[in-house]
């Protein structure tokens, strides 16, 4: 993160979030194995919400059309620079949509047998290697790859059967 105060709040806030009464361990990965996932994604939120702000202390005081806050939006002949252009909001039903999508994908994820479950989520969801994977659940590579097949699988055609179709458009 580059900043160690940055750093330490979102260990905080991770560690908080865990530990609140509210927090959800359902026990399908280890405790520290979800702690961490609480880390990762408030690290990410972090760094996401860092790169849509600058930092009022790197602006100039002077109004001059060649201030930092002006390089650092617009080019030299005014036009957005491709970082910082505003995207477009999403239009309700396409919100509506992946809300849907992911209430779905999170019932037909928790429907899955437990190792199964588990191998997808540390490889897709926390996005660990195949050999940490391993290492975590004392697996064997093959038997992880089989387990990663047949949760891809079987969430394809859970998510089929539950009425999504392969050329629905979420985005």
């Known amino acids: ?27 399908r990965a280890q ?3 979800w702690v961490f996932a609480i880390l990762r994604n408030k690290l990410i939120d972090t760094m996401r919400a860092r790169r849509r702000t600058i930092n009022a202390s790197s602006l100039e005081d002077d109004a001059d059309e060649n201030s ?5 939006l617009f080019d030299e002949r005014g036009h957005w620079n491709d970082h910082a252009r505003p995207h477009p909001w999403p239009r309700p039903e396409t919100v509506v949509a992946r809300q849907q999508f992911w209430t779905l994908f999170d019932w037909c994820l928790n429907a ?17 290697d195949i050999a940490e ?5 004392d697996l064997d590579a093959n038997h992880c790859s089989v387990l990663l097949y047949r949760a891809r699988t079987r ?17």
């Open 133 to 137: 994977i391993c290492r975590e659940l």
């Open 68 to 72: 930092v806050f002006d390089r650092e």
């Open 112 to 128: 899955l047998p437990e190792s199964t479950g588990r191998v997808f989520s540390m490889r897709e969801l926390l996005d660990m």
């Open 31 to 33: 405790h520290k194995t």
């Open 155 to 171: 969430l394809r055609t859970c998510l089929s059967a539950k009425g999504l179709e392969t050329n629905d458009a979420l985005g």
């Open 1 to 27: 993160m580059r900043d160690e105060h940055l750093a330490e709040d979102a260990v905080q806030e991770a560690l908080t979030a865990a530990c609140s009464p509210s927090s959800e361990f359902s026990g």
